[in-house]
């Protein structure tokens, strides 16, 4: 099993609010990524990073900002969220090279 | 702009058969492939992958078939279980700039399989 955890689990939060997505990993990777999911569709990569002191932005452009000051942390953050940012927030993470992704549980935020 | 995509969103099989799920990718430029199982409430799980100069690569009870020429991939799942009832998502290793690669998902295909 993987080792990489996401928390909250469930998020409902008001517009506006500043909240920040957990993302830990004990597998000592370099590599982690932020997908956003939306019910029966693809993954979109919003956030990647190649290690410590390294974010990089992905694919879909995301409000969302993320830093990486510890390899097993790699947390994301709304600095004030919005209904247009309802979605699951998918964490994973990968050596370096390594096509093998794991992923954590997910998070499912809701802005109402 | 996206690279990897399906052909089909929805599969449906009994269970005993053998599943095909396609994928159509567009970047000539990935080194790999890969193949994802997503159950409802999950995150993705890695099932198998396949490099680019490989045209096929068997798992346990899955292949993957590499047709660079028509940039196809496929996944054919044999003697189907209802536990492998799941979205199916196929992804590649894209390079991003240098020797730095990301990860990045196509749309998925709902297989379901009937008793």
């Known amino acids: 099993e993987a080792d990489i955890y996401q928390t909250p689990r469930y998020l409902v939060i008001g517009t506006g609010k500043k909240i920040t997505l957990e993302c830990s990993q004990t597998?000592?990777?370099?590599?982690m990524y932020w997908y956003q999911q939306d019910p029966g569709m693809e993954l979109h990569l919003i956030h990647y990073?190649?290690?410590?002191?390294?974010?990089e932005k992905g694919d879909l452009s995301s409000e969302s900002t993320v830093s990486r000051i510890r390899t097993e942390h790699f947390p994301l953050t709304l600095e004030s969220a919005r209904p247009s940012h309802t979605s699951q927030y998918l964490c994973?993470?990968?050596?370096?090279?390594?096509?093998?992704?794991?992923f954590g549980q997910g998070t499912r935020l809701t802005v109402v | 702009g996206e690279s990897v995509g399906l052909h089909l969103p929805t599969l449906s099989v009994q269970e005993g058969d053998n599943s095909i799920i396609n994928c159509a990718y567009s970047?000539?430029?990935?080194?790999?492939f890969i193949w994802y199982k997503q159950e409802s409430g999950k995150g993705p799980q890695f099932i198998i992958d396949?490099?680019?100069?490989?045209d096929k690569r068997q798992g346990q009870r899955v292949t993957v078939l590499l047709n660079k020429t028509v940039k196809h991939l496929s996944l054919q799942i044999a003697a189907t279980q209802p536990g492998d009832s799941a979205v199916y998502f196929c992804?590649?290793?894209?390079?991003?700039?240098?020797?730095?690669?990301?990860?990045?998902f196509g749309k998925g295909t709902l297989l379901t399989v009937n008793p």
């Open positions: 994973a993470s990968s050596e370096w090279g390594d096509r093998k992704a794991f």
């Open positions: 597998m000592g990777h370099d590599k």
């Open positions: 990073s190649y290690g410590v002191n390294s974010t």
């Open positions: 970047n000539s430029a990935s080194d790999y």
């Open positions: 396949i490099r680019s100069n490989m």
């Open positions: 992804a590649e290793n894209m390079r991003s700039g240098g020797s730095n690669y990301k990860l990045t």
